[in-house]
């Protein structure tokens, strides 16, 4: 059964607050007059909210001491996300960037290094960490727009067994890349490259369930050729927190020790717990309606005059208008309830909480900030 929260009713609870306005009348010690207006945020698939069936499920969640091992629900994530994955062991963590850490904290001892690409999210936007907290010397090629490294550098930049070098310890991939769903022939090629050089192959695949529903297969099927993967709960799937990295028996022990290490050990995380479990029963075929919207919402605009519109084939279209229009449509957007985050190309991501008709008030807010522009 697939959760969806009804669109033609407000819900409180769910509805970010766009205008408050004080009510006067005998009530106003229990409403305070909230007049409140439905948004569509595209920034990120980050800013969806809970379902109601997700709430209560979350209240009613079996809970203990996590630390401990003693919390039901999060036992039970942990088992639902190996099996869906097709690995021996799996844990729950906070965040995908402390997932991709942990991950590549087992794989790697300090001084030890990992291959991944230039414009990777654990290179780019994890903070470091690798580095910082890991030790780990990060090898950085170029990858293209379908999220590839050049196979021939990957085995050139392996080191030899020298003393002057870090030791070539990891190859790590992304799937999906900036929305693109990365081939599997790639990815079997490239799973064969490690394992004759010794190295392990790590998927930070935050969005792989997105891959896998473009694909119309399982994800264990793009997971077979990985030894470990962090994907995200609290991204397209809806959960309001939490990732899971999935991989062999004995490596998962040592992602549970560095999780504790990293300040991840959380205890009754049941409740959290119950979130990510309701998003794979309830939440992953949908992901389709959300591929299907990005799709539209690019048809719907890549007619428009001075835009350059880019679908990547799930939940993101990439928008680049004139630089000069930039703020103006932004503005526009704002007008018409659409948030997007401002940048010379805008990315809009579509998620659980974005509705059919969206895509006719962004085309409308486009149109108006380039006829603004314009003026």
């Known amino acids: 059964m697939v959760d969806q929260q009804p669109r033609d009713t407000l819900d409180l609870k769910r509805c970010p607050i766009r205008t408050l306005r004080l009510y006067t009348g005998p009530l106003d010690c229990l409403l305070q007059g909230l007049v409140m207006t439905a948004r569509i945020d595209l920034r990120s698939d980050t800013v969806t909210q809970p379902t109601q069936a997700m709430r209560r499920t979350m209240a009613d969640a079996e809970v203990g001491d996590d630390v401990m091992g003693e919390d039901h629900s999060v036992n039970r994530l942990e088992a639902i996300s190996a099996e869906r994955c097709g690995m021996e062991g799996a844990v729950f963590v906070p965040s995908g960037t402390q997932g991709n850490l942990a991950a590549m904290m087992a794989h790697c001892g300090r001084g030890e290094e990992v291959i991944l690409g230039h414009d990777a999210h654990t290179y780019i936007n994890e903070g470091g960490g690798i580095a910082v ?54 990815l079997a090629d490239a799973a064969a490259l490690a394992r ?49 990295v999935c991989g062999p028996r004995e490596l998962m022990k040592r ?27 309830h939440h992953v075929a949908r992901l389709a309606d959300d591929h299907a919207r990005a799709r539209a919402m690019a048809e719907a605009l890549e007619n428009l005059d001075g835009l350059s519109v880019r679908y990547t084939g799930t939940n993101m279209l990439f928008v680049t208008p004139p630089r000069e229009r930039v703020a ?42 380039l006829a603004a522009g314009a003026a």
Not at 134 to 141: C, H
Not at 200 to 224: C, K, M, Q, T, Y
Not at 356 to 362: G, K, L, N, P, S
């Open 196 to 244: 004759r050089h010794g190295l392990g192959h790590h998927l930070d695949g935050a969005r792989v369930f997105n891959a896998s529903v473009a694909e119309n297969i399982e994800v264990g099927e793009i997971l077979r050729y990985f030894d470990s993967v962090s994907f995200c709960l609290s991204k397209g799937l809806g959960a309001p927190v939490g990732s899971v």
């Open 133 to 186: 907290l890991g030790g780990v010397q990060p090898q950085v090629l170029e990858m293209d727009a379908r999220g590839q490294m050049d196979l021939e550098a990957v085995v050139a930049a392996i080191k030899p067994d020298d003393p002057h070098h870090a030791v070539t310890r990891l190859l790590a991939q992304e799937n999906t890349h900036h929305g693109a769903v990365v081939s599997r022939e790639y």
């Open 255 to 281: 992602v549970r020790r560095w999780r504790k290490v990293l300040g991840g050990g959380m205890r009754q995380a049941g409740i959290l717990a119950a979130a990510g479990i309701h998003a794979l029963e």
């Open 328 to 369: 103006a449509i932004v503005e526009a957007l704002a007008d018409e309830g659409v948030t997007v985050k401002a940048a010379p190309t805008l990315r809009l991501v579509t998620h659980l909480d974005v509705p059919d008709e969206a895509v006719a008030v962004v085309r409308r807010g486009f149109e108006r900030g």
